[in-house]
């Protein structure tokens, strides 16, 4: 089920702001379960590697490993030679019952991706992640300075969500 939903939010996202348009190196991080490279098969896009410490079934573009591991890093810059144009992450680490606690584990995964955007991304370059809207927006805000346009992207549903996707796009360092 979760599989099948994100396929769809990116799907719309991509509909919506043709994100995948020119992009020659992608790399989506937190793969598992496999909904948003399923969709990057489907749209016949070669030069993209997905990234997760669990292995997914549709890609043979597969790394294992943590993004924030020195081996796993090496591996992604001998892969792409080049900066990375895209970054994709629809990742989220496992949530608890207390929204104090996932606030804290999600600000640690948003950090993450920011550290990898900031080593691996191209000037120019876009991204596109997941976050809840209880996290701590000057962390994100802090982070969106690094480029020239934002967009907010919800999902409404019938039951009130707390995931919000950011796109960030011409990343100016």
Request: aromatic fraction near 18%.
């Amino acid at each position: 089920m979760k599989e099948i939903n994100s396929y769809y939010k990116i799907k719309k996202i991509n509909n919506k702001f043709n994100i995948f348009k020119n992009k020659k190196r992608i790399a989506e991080l937190g793969c598992y379960p496999g909904g948003w490279t399923k969709y990057l098969k489907e749209l016949n896009i070669k030069n993209f590697i997905s990234i997760d410490i669990k292995k997914t079934k549709y890609n043979k573009n597969y790394l294992m490993g943590s993004i924030n591991n020195n081996l796993t890093k090496k591996k992604i810059k001998k892969i792409f030679i080049k900066k990375i144009c895209l970054i994709i992450s629809d990742s989220c680490p496992k949530l608890t019952n207390s929204k104090y606690i996932n606030k804290i584990f999600l600000e640690r995964h948003l950090k993450k991706i920011f550290f990898f955007t900031y080593e691996f991304l191209k000037k120019g370059g876009s991204i596109i992640y997941k976050t809840m809207n209880y996290v701590n927006y000057s962390m994100i805000k802090k982070f969106l300075r690094n480029f020239q346009y934002t967009k907010k992207i919800e999902f409404v549903k019938k039951k009130r969500s707390s995931e919000i996707y950011y796109y960030h796009y011409n990343f100016l360092k």
